[in-house]
């Protein structure tokens, strides 16, 4: 490493101890950008670019002058600029450890998170709490784990808890003393990450220039001054002034500046400074420190500073947080109307700014500052001032008894943050005892965030109740008029629940006082207590999940099949130097991709060009179809049911079709081209579009499904009806789409080689047919093309059909143009072409008798299928319940919507919950419990083999009755039910639900092919026709060929694991690979390779026995050296093919959820989740859970809060991490429990193994019922309220049940009717 300072015109700083020094930069560059284009290092990836998922955190050490301190802090390199960074450290994942040196065990702690009992303890950051430990990834997503693990890991570096909680994931022996644990753990040593240089240098002023742009980091307000007002600005030249750069997640700016003002430097900016009128903050203080400060600073006795720092701390992620400035958060909301949370706090506490604009500097209140007309680009807010607690300011005069509270509130589709609240809330009172009860001295309310440009301040209602003694029929007005005043702009979605939550924060406020609290409260001091205790982990130090059991049963039958090993590949994971597509090096010469979509459902296309910008110096390349050679044919898909288009060739059918490719020099101009695309579109002559199913339904726009997959029906469903004492007819439900939202998105390179040959790599579920697809493309022989696939970033069957395009496209650009073409999409455009789950409309018909049973169900259900064709299983699922009889109808719809495809489970999920549906409306209709229903409607062995035929397997396999009551004793649930229900007795504003869930979930079995080589040294390499896509194939596959190899028994056998490396598909390499979905991939893989094993074993036993009748004994690495002198061939290639009377089976699993309701806020929380689930003999208990709990969060997601909006014409508009919100650790089940049972020897499976990637997600349709049943509750308490409308027992909630969903359901207006039921009592 270089010590010494670069000169003033040259950014200088370290990356993993490795420094760079910059002469010349484009000031835009992002730190993402500069890691992954110019050094080796890859751990960062583009997940999101906004901010909002964390796959690009890296550590910034960076020398504080003030504090005379190295400070360490997360940021996120999507957003922060390269400039920004000079004279820093940077530690990426790699710099914590790596393969060529050494895992750290951070890293080890991580890769091993699902592996029971390591006997080492994990390194560093032993002073964090638990409660710390969750929050620091809070921000972070994850679509494989389900959070638990990744918890876990992290916990364990925490001092407070106790290492045994972890459940199996406990990095320690058992019986270990706590305190021998803790004081084994080494501290972080952040001097080790820290620049030689650091210190001094970097607060002088730079001038870093690239051709055009600079970027300046004045270091006194004069330098500033100067700076605005030279001649380049001043004669028009546009200038940026940045701080954190985080504003860019939100507004995805491309302008490029003349002139980047970095604010960091300059003192005045970064000042903290107390007197006794409050406390002043410099603009460019990190949101971070300033929580810091207001703790530091928060007199005993007054919560304003504290709650104001709470509240800060859930704005965005703790890596956001340390870069976004106050100052940032303020101008985006005064100069964009960024909903912001800090303007509101800011507003109702009396806040007041400094400005500067020229040489004028003011100092205005936070309500001026907001009502100002847009600042320029030259004004500059210096400090923020909060005033202290001031009655007299407050009030004119201060009496001594008065209360003087303060609460902030925000409802947010995540409680930690990372989500924009739908509304926030500030409210600062005075409040004095009178005789008559408690007398309003004074209160103030703000409230932003609702849909309006600015926060805004409640000043009719204020008025209204100063002076006024609070009382029922106070609180009552008051809330009308607050009703009135905080009404969102047109537009604005959800506008009435908006505003209902602003009088649901009002009324839980008031409640706080006592003389009125008895009177009003109605047990909303149970739901503070509640929220304080379920909230704890937010505000203050609880963990967010409680500490659960999970609990495996492993087999020694096949060791070291059905060892719970850490998954292959973990380490280099989690270190980041597992390679994906895109961190593979660019070939030189290489070009790059991206795609030009419709922004029309059905149009013409006749022309497109490409705006100019300063950015693109050269005209990018457009290919469309008419590149496609004459050989070669407009294909850009293939799957079993048949394909689709590459291009849209003269009419573009759906918004989100692909029109063309735009292949630049770099990804960021060829995004940049794309997005300045200009597309002719003429629909003169055309039909409209079809969008919903009715349209598709009225114009017969159906697929055509072969008869060969229609599935059978059961019984006779006029007999059943006949039977039936009650009828439901003609119920309806609809069912919306879901993203996959995988962490890696769509990505692919191809490279031109010899001889008309193409390599791609592709990040695919199925290369087999992305092989044939660019071979039909191009028009050349397959075997011209050769696909690679290593591993892929999440698939959940995104990455099936829709990755064919993307390495089709690249390939067809690669071939025109001969040069290497790579493309990434961004996740806006990735999200808008992907199509995801299939949205459809189930009208049904069933007839029951009084006890409850089922006699008879028709279901009529239209599947929005898009341009694609349908592939998906309803029907097999749907069979969980004894129907006595079955009949259906399916259309799958043709819309102008892009082609939907198999989401993880797909059709399956939909099927499960459905069923579910249907017996909760049976219950409501028959007024009795709904578990009963289940009970009663639950398979025998007859009827289930009567409705699943073959796949139901042996009596003995029949594990879902067992499985049913299991869970009941692990989950208490008896008792758990007279606990809810005395709950919801003593509680007015929450209620909880309760639900037990069973899945039967069908399977099938699909050939793969597999091949096994032993190399000289005895290593093994195999190749399998399944995809690594982090449901752990690879280690399974690991296991079984040592397993199976072992079978040879010689000396040396027993460390044969370690001995195999699974590799990356190639297509020309190892044919008939398939796709990998289905959940039954893994098994399959590992069949096949037992099959290779089998015959190396037939081949290499003669041998052995020769050697061992010669030697007495024979050790594995001696036989393959002698094999290879011997000529035995030691590669052995096979398909499994499923035995057809084997391949379907069924697989069992239950649930039970509890879940608690806010009915002021329609916010819901997971109690506690459990799950008894079968995985046969699990092949790897721990992979297995793993796929178990990631499985249920992802239906999680589904059912309670991704909400796919599209808009009228079909576009998705949830296009990011800003609207479309998965689960994070703070919205998953606080305690989740799970069993995965062995239920012992399954002859037809592959060594008794059953499947677990995709039945779990079914489960989560527990948490979806449970909440339905804590709403069944408000219903029933609003209809004793005296309302008369949205109590009806039978109703049905969304899915998602988002909060503004379960909000409705609870009434909009509960409050309300809650305070005219108290008022006017003789007319309920
Ligand atoms: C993922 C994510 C989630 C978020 N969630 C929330 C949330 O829940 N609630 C909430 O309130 N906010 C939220 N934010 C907003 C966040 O607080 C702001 O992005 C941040 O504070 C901006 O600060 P910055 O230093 O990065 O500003 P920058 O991006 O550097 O600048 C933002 C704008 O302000 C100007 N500017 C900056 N400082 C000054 C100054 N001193 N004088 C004049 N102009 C200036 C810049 O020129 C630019 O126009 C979120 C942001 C992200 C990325
Ligand atoms: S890529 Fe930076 S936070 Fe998502």
Redesign the pocket.
Known sequence: MESGGAGDDCLAFEVNGRRFELPEIDPSTTLLDFLRSRTPFKSVKLGCG???CGACVVAVSKYDSTLKKVETFTV?SC?TLICSINGCSITTSEGLGNAKTDFTRSIKALANAEKSQLAEPPNGFSKITASEAEKAIA?NLCRCTGYRPIADACKSFAADVDLEDLGINSFWRKGDKNEKKVSSLPLYSRKDHACSYMGGECRSTRLLNSKKNSWYSPASVEELHNLLHSDTVVKDGSV????????????KETEVYDIYID?RYIPE?SVVKRDESGIELG??L??SKVVVYLRENSESGEHVFSKIADHME????GF??N???????????Q??Y??????TLLLVVGASVS?MSGHKHEKITMEEFLSRPP?D?Q????TVHIPFLDLKRINGSVQTSSRFMFETY?A?PRPL?????YL?AAILADIFPDTNGSLVNNIQLAFG?YGTKHATRARKVEEYLTGKVLSLEVLDEATKLLKGAVVSEEGTSHAAYRSSLAVGFLFEFLNSFSSVGSAISGGLSNKKQNDSLLEGAVTGNQPLLSSAKQVVESSREYHPVGEPMPKFGAAIQASGEAVFVDDIPSPTDCLYGAIICSTKPLARVKGISIKNHPRLAQAPDVITAKDIPKEGKNVGCLTLFGGEPLFADDIAKCCGDIIALVVADTQKNANLAAKNAVVDYDTAGLDPPILTVEEAVERSSFYHVPPFLYPQTVGDFAKGMAEADHKILSDEIRLGSQYYFYMETQRALAVPDEDNCMVVYTSSQSPKYAHRVIAQCLGVPEHNVRVHTRRVGGGFGGKSSKAMPISTACALAAYKLQRPVRMYLDRKTDMIIAGGRHPMKITYSVGFKSDGKITALHLDVLVNAGMGTLSFDFIGVFKKYDWGALSFDFKICRTNHSSKSAMRAPGEVQASYIAEAIIENVASWLAVDVDSIRNRNLHSYESLKLFCGGASGESDEFTLPSIWDKVASMSNFDQRILSVEQFNRSNLWLKRGISRLPIVHEVLVRSAPGKVSILWDGSIVVEVGGIEIGQGLWTKVKQVVAYALGQIQCDGTEDLFDKVRVVQMDTLSLIQGGSTAGSTTSESSCAAVRLCCSVLVERLTPLKETLKADTGSVDWKTLILQANYAAVNLAANSLFVPDPTAMKYLNYGAAVSEVEVDILTGGTKILRTDIVYDCGQSMNPAVDLGQIEGAFVQGLGFFMQEEYSTDSDGTMVADG??TYKIPTIDTIPKQFNVQVLNSGHHQQRVLSSKASGEPLLLLAASVHCATRAAIGEARKQLKSWGAVEGTESTFQLDVPATMPAVKQLCGLDSVETYLQSRLSPSQN
């Open positions: 906004e901010g909002g996120s957003l921000g940026k002034l940045v701080v954190g750069n985080t504003a860019n997640g939100y507004y604010l900016l603009a460019a990190s949101i859930k704005v965005a992620a956001v947080r870069s976004a400035s106050l100052g940032g958060n303020l101008i985006m909301a100069k964009k960024f909903p912001s949370d800090i303007v400005i600042l680009s004004t500059v807010l210096f925000r947010a943050g990372n989500a924009l609240p926030n965030a991490t800003w």
